[in-house]
């Protein structure tokens, strides 16, 4: 086993965190329509992923800030 790059084991999971928000997201749509849920509770399912979003965003942010200081 070789090792990695930090930088790189943090870009994977965050890869992973943003399929895995997109893919929550979609199934939580779909359960919420099935279900016939309100509209409230589909907001706050809405909402709690656009944060999740959000924080990834940020996250990919500072990784790349990191990498572009690694390169000085």
Known sequence: MTKTDPTVRQGR????????LGIFWIAITALGGALDWSQRTRALFDLAVLAGFGWALWMIYQLWRSRQKDKD
């Open 13 to 20: 999971i965050l890869a992973l965190v943003v399929a895995g």
